[in-house]
């Protein structure tokens, strides 16, 4: 099963760039990397996905190695309001089928 | 124009009692899925329907029974409820087939069930 590591926690000051980062060294070869965002009393939010090098939205930017075993999601100049729970997601195949797997995900504190 | 709804957004009862959750999406999506949100906050898939039909159970007890009546609702129903099964419940819709590479999946607001 391919799962993913990621820090527990993070804090952060309101204007930094915060970078998370996730393990996947299980990935498989067609697997995309996904990233979501989970509010207090909310539902996971969709945030950005890769393959292979880098992606960018109007959100955040994920860099992803050659070796695709690892993940970075960074959200430049955080604020207040990006205090939230973030997931990182590969596809994970079993006997069942297709299915992704959310980790512990990383609870991000941004301080004023 | 809520693209993923859930009802109720609360849930009280007591234990033993039979209780069911609806979901709908008005995204066009063809699966639709059911998570578990523990006081851990772990995410867990309960279950996967593509087009009205099972594609995922994960090991959920028998208690548990999702139904489709179409591909844009998934209700959840719920007998003998336990303790343990309070939790706050998602239910999502995403385009593609179960976790195809590059699915993105849409999450409704959350239906958080407290059995007393």
């Known amino acids: 099963l391919a799962k993913t590591t990621q820090p527990i926690s993070m804090d952060s000051y309101e204007g930094q760039e915060v970078n998370i980062t996730c393990s996947h060294n299980n990935i498989a070869t067609n697997d995309y990397i996904t990233w979501y965002q989970q509010f207090p009393s909310q539902g996971p939010r969709f945030i950005i996905q890769?393959?292979?090098t880098k992606v960018t939205n109007e959100v955040a930017s994920l860099f992803i190695p050659a070796d695709r075993k690892s993940s970075t999601l960074s959200l430049p100049r955080v604020s207040l309001s990006d205090t939230a729970v973030y997931y990182c997601?590969?596809?994970?195949?079993?006997?069942?089928?297709?299915?992704?797997?959310f980790g512990a995900g990383t609870r991000l504190f941004v301080k004023a | 124009d809520t693209a993923v709804s859930q009802t109720p957004k609360y849930l009280v009862t007591q234990m033993g009692n039979d209780k069911s959750i609806k979901c709908e999406q008005n995204?066009?999506?063809?699966?639709m899925y059911w998570y578990k949100q523990d006081s851990k906050k772990f995410l867990k898939i309960m279950f996967s329907y593509n087009n009205k039909e099972l594609i995922i159970n994960e090991t959920v007890p028998n208690r548990f029974s999702p139904k489709s009546p179409d591909k844009a609702h998934l209700n959840l129903h719920i007998n003998s409820l336990e303790l343990g099964d309070s939790a706050v419940y998602f239910c999502?819709?995403?385009?593609?087939?179960?976790?195809?590479?590059?699915?993105?999946?849409?999450f409704g607001p959350g239906t958080r069930l407290t059995v007393l």
């Open positions: 999502a819709s995403s385009p593609l087939a179960s976790g195809d590479r590059g699915d993105t999946q849409y």
């Open positions: 997601l590969v596809g994970d195949r079993d006997t069942g089928g297709f299915k992704t797997i």
């Open positions: 995204l066009g999506h063809d699966t």
């Open positions: 890769g393959y292979k």
